[in-house]
C-alpha cells in the first residue's frame, strides 16, 4: 500500500461503490441484546446508512451520483438484490430488500460472486473512473457461522482484495454481528479497533479479523475526527457487531437518519454457475 493510496474522494463525477454482503441464514434470526433479531438489526443499519449516503448525495435538491450501491443477500442461494450496482438515487426508490434469514450460510460462494460482480463492473469504468474513484469496498455483514461443508470464504476475500485500481486495492469490510463476544469496552466512541495480531476471543471473529483489510489512515483519520472514535493505527477493517451503534459506526458513512425507506420486492435466487 502506497502512502499515496486511498485519498480519493467520492463525487458526482467519480462515485464511491461500495458492495454489501448480507447474511440471511437461519442463525441470523437469533435475538441481540434489546430483542431485535441479527437481521432486523442489520436492516436498520444499512436503513440509516442509505440515509447518510442520500443526504451526502444531496445537491440544490437534486440527487448526485456520488454512490453506487450493490448488494448480494446469501445463505445457501445467492441473491443479487439489484441486480448489479446501480446509483444510489435508483436504490433509494427500491428500498430496503425483504431480508428473511433462512437455511445455512455460504459465505465463500458470495464472496466469489462478488469478485465476478467488480471485475465486470471495473471493465465499464471510463479511464476517469480508474484514475479518481475510490477503490470499491466491500461491506460483508454476518455472524460468521458457515457451514462448516462450504468452501473456506477467506481465499476469496483474499482475491477480491488483490483487485487494484489508481488509488488502492479493494477494500473488505467484515462486520461481526453477535452477542458471543466480550468486549472490554462497549461505548464505540472509546473502542481502540482490532489489530491482526489481537483475538477477539471467538473463532468465527477470528476468521473475519483474517479477512478483513487493513483500514488506511486517511479512512481512520476521517473517522476519528468526524466521529469521535479513537481507532489505532494497524486497526483491521472488521467491527463487532455488538449492538446497533457499533454496525452503523462500522457503515463508515456516518450515522445520519432520515425518513423511511419502502419496502422492496421478495427477493429472488439469483442463478449464476460458478467458474474454478
Known amino acids: 500500500m502506497s502512502s499515496n493510496s486511498y485519498v480519493n474522494l467520492a463525487t458526482s463525477a467519480h462515485p464511491a461503490t461500495i458492495l454489501y454482503l448480507v447474511d440471511i441464514s437461519g442463525s441470523m434470526q437469533a435475538s441481540m441484546p434489546g430483542g431485535k433479531s441479527r437481521i432486523e438489526v442489520v436492516k436498520d443499519a444499512i436503513q440509516t446508512s ?7 448525495s444531496l445537491k440544490q435538491g437534486k440527487v448526485r451520483p456520488r454512490y453506487r450501491i450493490g448488494m448480494i443477500a446469501y445463505e445457501s442461494e445467492l441473491y443479487d438484490v439489484y441486480d448489479g ?26 464472496f466469489r460472486y462478488a469478485i465476478k460482480l467488480i471485475q465486470d463492473d471495473l471493465k465499464e469504468w471510463t479511464q476517469q473512473w480508474k484514475d479518481e474513484c475510490p477503490p470499491p469496498m466491500v461491506i460483508n455483514i454476518t455472524d460468521c457461522e458457515y457451514a462448516e461443508e462450504t468452501p473456506d470464504p477467506e481465499p476469496f476475500a483474499r482475491q477480491l482484495q488483490d483487485i487494484t485500481v489508481a488509488d488502492g486495492n479493494v477494500l473488505v469490510e467484515n462486520i461481526f454481528v453477535t452477542d458471543q463476544i466480550v468486549l472490554t469496552n ?31 489512515s486517511s479512512f ?26 457499533f454496525i452503523k459506526t462500522a ?4 450515522t445520519a437518519t432520515g425518513g423511511q425507506i419502502p419496502s422492496a420486492a421478495p427477493l429472488r435466487p439469483k442463478t449464476w454457475q460458478e467458474h474454478d
Open 50 to 56: 442509505y440515509a447518510a449516503m442520500l443526504k451526502y
Open 85 to 110: 450496482i446501480l446509483e444510489i438515487d435508483k436504490i433509494i426508490s427500491q428500498g430496503i430488500p425483504n431480508l428473511t434469514p433462512q437455511r445455512k450460510t455460504d459465505m465463500a460462494k458470495a
Open 186 to 216: 462497549t461505548d464505540v466512541k472509546e473502542w481502540r479497533g482490532y489489530r491482526f495480531n489481537e483475538t477477539t476471543g471467538d473463532a468465527y471473529g477470528d476468521k473475519l479479523l483474517a479477512m478483513s483489510s487493513p483500514l488506511p
Open 220 to 245: 481512520a483519520q476521517i473517522m476519528n475526527e468526524q466521529q469521535g472514535l479513537k481507532l489505532r493505527e494497524g486497526t483491521a477493517m472488521m467491527f463487532p457487531g455488538v449492538s446497533l451503534e
Open 251 to 254: 457503515f463508515v458513512v456516518g
